[in-house]
């Protein structure tokens, strides 16, 4: 059974401050997907990283794919109140007909 | 753009009631998904469709059936609800099972 375990799972700071989220796992993925979930809505894709390696930028969002391909992150800079909701990554396994969700990360930013 | 469309939004149940949960896509897309999403919980699959008639169970299938009769549509249905089953309820749909999902917006369930 394939596990995606991110850190961490509650995280609140100053409007301004860098964060860093974590997805681990010890399985190898073909593609890793960040969504963002806001209050009251479904999860929305926020960007998918392929490569091992990769770094993909999305304004004030830095995503990297681990070397090993088992492992990502999502650096926020200068983080803004917009930026609060629930950040997840999802896996995807070669050969496998779904997807593999981390549990989850709590963002709050205060102004 | 309609993209994924569950209905209804809200409904509280009594115990022991049934009801059916609508997923709808306009994007032609094979495979649906059903999660339930609880406090600190994260995602849950229930069950998953990978096209028009076929159904699959999920991590948490228990208390839960589905049908896929028509590719656009995935039901869930609750046939005897219990209060575990009170939770958020997302459907999500996908062109292949390494893709990303599109999910709707939920439903939220209480069951009383």
């Known amino acids: 059974t394939q596990l995606l375990e991110q850190s961490p799972q509650f995280l609140s700071i100053q409007e301004g401050e860098n964060l860093t989220v974590y997805c681990n796992s010890s399985?190898?993925?073909?593609?890793l997907q960040w969504y963002r979930q806001e209050p009251g809505e479904g999860p929305v894709l926020l960007v998918t990283?392929?490569?091992?390696?990769e770094v993909k930028k999305l304004k004030r969002l830095t995503f990297q794919f681990g070397d090993a391909r088992k492992d990502s992150s999502l650096h926020i800079t200068a983080a803004q109140p917009g930026d609060t909701g629930l950040y997840l990554c999802?896996?995807?396994?070669?050969?496998?007909?779904?997807?593999?969700f981390g549990q989850g990360t709590r963002l709050t930013i205060n102004p | 753009n309609a993209g994924v469309t569950q209905t209804p939004k809200f409904r509280v149940l009594k115990t022991g009631q049934s009801m059916t949960l609508l997923c709808a896509q306009d994007?032609?897309?094979?495979?649906m998904y059903w999660y339930r999403q609880d406090p600190g919980m994260g995602l849950r699959l229930i069950h998953y469709?990978?096209?028009?008639?076929?159904?699959a169970k999920g991590e948490v299938p228990d208390g839960y059936n589905v049908s896929r009769l028509k590719k656009q549509n995935f039901l869930l249905g609750l046939e005897s609800a219990a209060p575990s089953q009170t939770s958020v309820y997302f459907c999500?749909?996908?062109?292949?099972?390494?893709?990303?999902?599109?999910f709707g917006d939920g439903t939220r369930l209480s069951i009383l």
């Open positions: 990283v392929v490569t091992g390696g």
């Open positions: 999802a896996g995807a396994v070669r050969g496998a007909q779904k997807l593999v």
């Open positions: 994007m032609n897309h094979e495979y």
């Open positions: 469709s990978v096209g028009e008639g076929t159904t």
């Open positions: 999500a749909s996908s062109f292949m099972s390494n893709q990303p999902q599109h």
């Open positions: 399985s190898v993925f073909s593609s």
